[in-house]
């Protein structure tokens, strides 16, 4: 059975930093693009970043360029999100996802259907 467990969500102050943990497993981790997602209630589901091993470096939303960092740890089989300068527009329940392949291609990770979901972790910056 593939599971995605997200952890490392909770409350911050605006401008501080959390990292979110993403932990992949019944899956073959190198073949699959790990997302990060995020959504509000009321709102479309916002693609936030992406990483895999078919592309030369990680995507991101416009929103948080600059100010998220995305990386993975192929021996243990997790993908983090360092969150940095956390404004309150970064409240939302982010969510990971895994999708066979690239982040990149045709229709990238954003526009694709995720094979694969974490039930989420909240995250609410205060103002």
């Known amino acids: 059975e593939v599971q995605l467990v997200e952890s490392g969500g909770g409350l911050v102050q605006a401008g501080g930093s959390l990292r979110l943990s993403c932990a992949p497993s019944?899956?073959?981790?190198?073949?699959?693009?790990i997302g990060w997602f995020r959504q509000v209630p009321g709102k479309e589901r916002e693609g936030v970043s992406c990483?895999?091993?078919?592309?030369?470096?990680?995507f991101y939303a416009d929103s948080v360029k600059g100010r998220f960092t995305i990386s993975s740890d192929n021996n243990k089989e997790l993908v983090y999100l360092q969150m940095n300068s956390l404004r309150p527009e970064d409240t939302a329940a982010y969510y990971c996802?895994?999708?066979?392949?690239?982040?990149?291609?045709?229709?990238?990770?954003?526009?694709?259907?995720?094979?694969?979901w974490g039930k989420g972790t909240l995250v609410t910056v205060s103002s």
């Open positions: 019944g899956l073959t981790f190198a073949d699959y693009a």
């Open positions: 990483i895999s091993s078919f592309d030369n470096s990680p």
């Open positions: 996802g895994a999708l066979i392949g690239a982040c990149s291609g045709t229709y990238d990770y954003t526009k694709r259907i995720v094979d694969y």
